[in-house]
Nanobody, 126 residues
Framework: QVQLAESGGGLVLPGGSLSLSCVVS????????MGWFRQPSGKEREFLGS????????YLQDFLKGRFTISRDNAKNTVYLHMTNLKPEDTAVYYC???????????????????WGQGTQVTVSS
C-alpha cells in the first residue's frame, strides 16, 4: 500500500520561495511516476506538473514555468516542488500524487493518479 506525506507548507510573503517535499512509503518509489496538484479554497484541484520514474523527465504547466520546478531523489523516496516568486494566487492546499504510468500534459487530471497525500497548506500573503 503506497502512502504519501507532504510537508513544507506555511505562510510566505509575496515574492518569497518555498520548497515542498513528499515522502513515499509502502511501495517501490523508483517505479512510480509522481505529480503535484493544488486546490485553492472553494475551487477544484489543479494539475501542476509531473516527473517520471527514471531518468526523471519532468512536465510543468506553462503558467508555472520560470517559477516552479519538480525534482525527485529516489534514494530518499522523496519528490520535491520548488516554488519561487510566490504570488497570492498561489495560495492553496498542495498535494502530491503517485501513479504507475507517466502523465505529462495539460490534460492530466486527478484520474491519472492512484495514490494521494493529505496535502499541505501554502499561504502567500503580506
Amino acid at each position: 500500500q503506497v502512502q504519501l506525506a507532504e510537508s513544507g507548507g506555511g505562510l510566505v510573503l509575496p515574492g518569497g520561495s518555498l520548497s515542498l517535499s513528499c515522502v513515499v512509503s509502502g511501495g517501490t518509489f523508483s517505479s512510480l511516476s509522481m505529480g503535484w496538484f493544488r486546490q485553492p479554497s472553494g475551487k477544484e484541484r489543479e494539475f501542476l506538473g509531473s516527473i517520471s520514474r527514471i531518468p526523471g523527465m519532468t512536465y510543468l504547466q506553462d503558467f508555472l514555468k520560470g517559477r516552479f520546478t519538480i525534482s525527485r531523489d529516489n534514494a530518499k523516496n522523496t519528490v520535491y516542488l520548488h516554488m519561487t516568486n510566490l504570488k497570492p494566487e498561489d495560495t492553496a492546499v498542495y498535494y502530491c500524487a503517485a501513479a504507475r504510468d507517466y502523465c505529462a500534459g495539460y490534460g492530466c487530471s486527478t484520474r491519472d493518479f492512484d495514490s494521494w497525500g493529505q496535502g499541505t497548506q501554502v499561504t502567500v500573503s503580506s
